[in-house]
């Protein structure tokens, strides 16, 4: 949509402006309105991009799509080996796409959902999951890195802060030396947008001083930061790539590079999300309630708590333990 509808063309507001000169600026605030975070933008551009030329490529139309060309664009799509969260995704798209153009989506009709379920019962719905490291591991891993290096005091920062403050890996990439505030406490960290925080509201998470200086994820900050003013870095990101022989550069660290990190320095099995999903493991296993925890992941519900807990062993967080016998 690139204009407002004009419901008045010539009511003035105030001695100069006319309701006709907000129109741009209401365009772009709409336009924004539908957007969502950035990977999710990709994603649905992607998948509806795969809808349409499979449309085209049958004879269909892909707006306004009928039941019948949904259902079997995803019985294709579950065909090909597709999982069911992809399935799900693509599904969303077209039915956002059907909402923006004011018409009615197919993903509503009964018998469809009836597919989808039969779908998911079908293939499973358990998605590949980051794993969880252990406390243990993870203090014996982020030790044994050698600070000596630059990249090596980057890297233990980033991974404490990404444990403690239980970042996803975009909301690390964007952080900026402006997004700190330390206290006696120990670290405020500004938030200023994340995915389950698109309107900019004021969000914050807070890091606190640990007894070991070894795994402070404080004071690796400020490591980290002493080192960023010692090349005159005083704004700006807070993570930073480096050029070959430990120059440091000008450029931000990627989400990508992130996640290489925390293979290289936590082995291959883990990812950058493995840094939330073991925050949440290992709060939930010392007792943790979820108000606790999703006052720092930023979470909005339990479910997705219980989501990301990962408690594999059999022998975690069982109440055969507290019968008493």
Not at 51 to 60: D, K, L, N, V
Not at 113 to 137: C, D, H, M
Not at 277 to 285: E, G, H, M, P, Y
Not at 307 to 321: C, G, V
Request: with cysteine; hydrophobic share 35%; charged share 25%.
């Amino acid at each position: 949509m690139s204009t407002l509808p004009k419901f008045v063309t010539s009511q003035a507001i105030g001695a100069v402006r006319h309701i006709d000169d907000y129109a741009e600026a209401g365009a772009r605030y709409l336009n924004t309105g539908q957007q969502g975070a950035v990977n999710t933008q990709r994603a649905y551009s992607g998948d509806w991009r795969r809808f349409t030329t499979w449309c085209r490529e049958h004879g269909r139309e892909a707006l306004p799509a009928d039941v019948p060309t949904l259902a079997a664009f995803v019985t294709s799509l579950a065909e090909a080996g597709k999982k069911v969260a992809t399935i799900q995704r693509h599904c969303a798209t077209v039915s956002k796409a059907h909402q923006l153009a004011g018409l009615p989506t197919p993903t509503d009709d009964r018998q469809f959902k009836t597919l989808l379920e039969g779908i998911s019962r079908e293939k499973g719905v358990k998605q590949k999951q980051a794993p969880a490291f252990t406390l243990v591991y993870f203090k014996r891993a982020v030790q044994g890195i050698d600070t000596e290096r630059p990249d090596g005091v980057r890297d233990r920062a980033l991974l404490l802060l990404g444990l403690a403050g239980a970042f996803r890996r975009d909301e690390l990439a964007s952080l900026d030396l402006a997004h700190l505030r330390f206290d006696d406490d120990g670290l405020v960290v500004e938030l200023p947008k994340s995915k389950t925080n698109q309107k900019g509201e004021a969000e914050e998470k807070a890091i606190f001083f640990a007894p070991d200086r070894r795994s402070c994820p404080v004071r690796a900050v400020k490591d980290w930061l002493e080192l960023l003013h010692q090349h005159g870095r005083t704004s700006g990101p807070l993570f930073l790539s480096f050029h070959k022989g430990q120059r440091l550069s000008r450029r931000r660290l990627s989400t990508f590079s992130l996640n290489e990190i925390v293979q290289l320095r936590l082995g291959a099995p883990y990812t950058a999300h493995s840094l939330r999903a073991s925050f949440v493991t290992i709060a939930k296993l010392n007792g943790a309630d979820d108000a606790e925890v999703m006052n720092q992941t930023k979470h909005k519900t339990t479910d997705m708590i219980r989501r990301y807990t990962r408690l594999d062993n059999i022998r975690q967080h069982n109440a055969a333990q507290k019968l008493g016998l």
